[in-house]
């Protein structure tokens, strides 16, 4: 019965897959499978290290403005220094021009 209807075009036979043609299925579906798994493993790769520079960036920019701030610190406290030192070197002069005079 199917052979008669396959004549007259009312059935199109299905060939039976090869075994070979499932094995050969079966290794291109694992390759994409693990190009998959690669992409994504890579992409991770890219998005850890990509936020790891963002860590050390910032950890870098912190340090810059602590080190500004302590070299802000360090001028004024020379500029206190430099004051108190003219301020003495005043008061040695008054006290030189008093007992000279």
Do not use: F
């Not at 960036?57 to 004024?76: G, L, R, V, Y």
């Amino acid at each position: 019965d199917l052979a008669e209807r396959i004549e007259r075009g009312e059935a199109v036979p299905t060939p039976t897959p090869e075994p070979e043609d499932d094995d050969d299925e079966k290794a291109l579906a694992a390759l994409e499978a693990e190009r998959e798994w690669k992409e994504e493993e890579a992409r991770q790769r890219r998005e850890r290290k990509k936020e790891e520079d963002e860590v050390w960036a910032a950890a870098a920019k912190a340090k810059q403005e602590e080190i500004a701030e302590q070299m802000k610190k360090a001028a004024e406290a020379e500029k206190e220094w430099e004051q108190m030192m003219s301020a003495a070197d005043d008061d040695d002069d008054v006290a030189a021009e008093g007992a000279k005079a």
